[in-house]
Structures are given as C-alpha cells and as structure tokens.
C-alpha cells in the first residue's frame, strides 16, 4: 500500500524520553513528493473500488414536485491533475487538490404526481478541490497518530448525462439534481479521506517497538522525541538500543548527540551512532555469541600438529617427539570495541587462544596460552534493506599469557594467530553478520541508490526509494 510509505516510516512506539538518539531518521521534501504521487494513484483506485450510500431527496423544477433516488452510484474514473503535498512546521502535512474530475455511473428514478421513469446515466463532475490538513501526533498508548484536522471541499459542476430513451427527462430534472449531487460529492471527499486515515492508524498501532533480529538479540526501535517538523523534513529521533534475548538492561554506556548533514537530495537520511553499535556488541558477548564453541572443527579444519608449531616454537619438538594433533579454542575476553572515524569503521577485539595436544589416551595437554587483541575495520554496503557490516582484519598482538614455558618468535607467532583469525574466526563473524541489521523502513520500500558514509561518531545513509 504505496500511499502509507511516508507515514508507516514514522509508525514507530513512542517512549516520548528526553535522551539523545541511536538513530535520526530525516525525510525530505523529496521523499514527501514521491509519496504523494504514489498516495494520489492509491486514492484513485480505493475511489474507484468505494461503494457509495444511495442518495434521495425531494425538489421542484418550475411548478412540478417530484423525489429523485441515485443509486449504485460508482466512480468510473477521477483525475488530479493538480495536487501538492507540503510541511506546516510544527504540525503536519498539508494537502491540496484543484482541478479535479471525475466521471460516475448510477441509475436514478424520478417521481411525480404524473410519472414515474427511472434508468441508469452518467455523471462528469468537474472543478473539484479538496484542502486538508493531516496533524502528526501520538495516541495515549505511544503510538504514531494521525489526525484530519481540517478538511474543505468544492465541488464546482456536474453535467448529467442520461440514457437516450430518457432524454425527455434530462430537459426538465437534472437542473434540478445538479446542486443536490454536488452537495453529495464534496461531502463524501472528507469522510473518506478520514477513513483512511484510521486505517492508517490501525496499521500503526500493529507496530511493535522492539523487534527479535537473529537468535540472540532484540533491537528497541521506539521513538524517544517528538516528530520535529519543518518545512523541508520530518526527523525522528529513535532509541535503537540492542538487547541480549534473556535479558533486557540498558547498557552501561549513553548515546551522545549527533547532527545530521544540512543536505535534503535524498528522500531519506539515516544516521547510526557508534552507541547503536557498541549496544549490538555488548549484546553479541553477553549472549556469548562469539564464543568458538566447535573447537574440533576449528582445528580439524587447520589441521595442526604439534610438529607444524616447532617452526614458531622450538622447545615444541623437544617434548612432543611424536607428532600429534593440536586443538585451539578462541574467544573473545571483552566486549568489542567500536568507533567512527572520517571515512573508517574501527573494530577492536580481545581474546584469548588456548592450544592444547591431543595425548594418544584422548585426553588434552595444555600447551600454552596467548591473549591476542585484534583490530579490524568494517566494509558496509545495503542490501534487501540491510545494513550488511563485512569485517576486515588490519593488525594483530599475540602475547603469551607464560613467558615461562616457552621461548616464542613474537613476528611468527603473530602471523600464525592472524592466519588463524583471518581463515577461521573473521571468516565465521562474517558468516554470522551476513543477515545484516534491519533499518527503520517498511518492507515495501526499496532502497534506489543507498549510500554509505561515515563521519565522527556516526554513519550515514543516505538514499531514494520507490
């Protein structure tokens, strides 16, 4: 329902909290342009498909009383060819219509004292205009509210064109009928205008403010100020904190403002503050995400011996005479960390590999320890309203937690924990990180021309839609 593009993206739960955002959403004038084209074609067809109540009434043309009724009336074809959609600051949105026609089809009877004659005709009503103001509010629960807060019609003529063998009665009775029909027409705009507005209002209640995105987390998409708006954007300020699924805290850590390029070339504007991130990361360990829980298949893909590490670690040979197979197990020892710079996604991990041997008898012998802190940068692109993050391994620091057992080449052992990572765990986070994070839009937009852009503190996208 393209009409309900422009305003489904403000159907979010309200929180009404002062705080600053995870998220600004702004919609330009250019956006509000594309949806009144698309609202104005949805209005068409709904007209097109309304059933209208009949309509009867008592008049006299000359000395002759008479009743008419219309009934079956229904709306053949309407035009509007003059319409605009604009912002009232502060309010909502306003909308005006002039020029328009339409064409309707009915039958109609008519009775006097002396007859009786009843048919089917056409009816071509012209000059109509209609000037409604929309306000932009939220209802008792929280939820986005849409409200007509005015609404003024005109309708200027109708000509009455009835079937041939009642041509007769077009001479004495649609005089007559044409202010009545009028009257009908202008006040049949409004009410329907308003009752998809309610419509629209049922959709927003349906909206729920946190939503599951994977296995192991909730992302809250509430609005926590007011709509602002002016006449060149609607901008929303949205919560957009991730949450672990068992258990739903507010991080230790608040968002801090963020503004949003002065441009409006794109219909919509989405900035994404580090805090957005930082909160999905802490979820990611708390929900203990990263954690390698397939040790075995870690190293059986690698397939390492103890005789492939007596190149990084000599005394390996001396007390491992035989070969034999090594396990690894990597996890991440604290939360990520994430910052935004001019043009560059910073991701900063730490962790920590134990490698042990596998002894003939099955059991594991501990070989050493290393903590390892990482640093990565992120590749970002959209796709199928998406927000895909694709991580990219920049630097690595291996350090044994003993220095004590054995003598390490510090440079091939940070190349062979970054092979490790590059080959296994960066390639695995990806993996995890393909299904993206959802942006505030409807399923029903698509994206034309996303782009990405990163400054202090913040992304950007910036994009159209159709």
Known sequence: MKVSVIFLILSLSSLLLEANPGIKVKITKKALDYGKQSSIEFLKQRLKEETFKDQSGQDTYGFIGFNYTVSKIKIDNVEFPNTS?????????????KDASATVSADWSV?????????SGSFFISGMSITAVVKVSHSVSGCLKLSLESCETVVADIDIQ????YRWVNTYFTT?????????VGSSLCPKLDSEIQLLNEEFSKCPAQTQINPFEIIDYSLINSSSISESSIDLDLKVTVYPVEKITEPPFKPTAFDLPDENNSMIYVGISEYFFQSALLAYYTSRSFDNSAEQELSSYF???TDTL???IPTIAQLYVEPLPVIMSVGITDVPVISLHNDKLILEFA????????????????????????????????????LIITLCLDSVLAMSQSQTFFSMQASLLDNFVSYILQTGIILAANAKLKDGIPLPLLDTVILMKPNVRIYQGFLLISTDMI
């Not at 009775?111 to 009843?118: G, I, M, Q």
């Not at 009835?162 to 063998?165: C, D, G, K, S």
């Not at 007559?176 to 009908?184: D, Q």
């Open 303 to 305: 397939n390492l011996t």
């Open 351 to 386: 962790g920590s590999m134990a490698v042990l041997a596998m002894l003939p008898n099955s059991t594991t012998q501990s070989m050493f320890t290393l903590n390892i802190i990482a640093g990565t940068h992120a590749n970002l692109t959209i796709f199928d309203q998406r």
């Open 310 to 312: 007596k190149n990084i």
């Open 111 to 119: 009775k006097t004292w002396l007859f009786k004659h009843s048919g």
């Open 162 to 165: 009835l079937n041939q063998a």
């Open 85 to 97: 959609l604009s912002l009232i600051s502060g309010t909502g949105i306003k909308l005006v219509v």
């Open 176 to 184: 007559a009928l044409i202010e009545p029909l009028c009257i009908f």
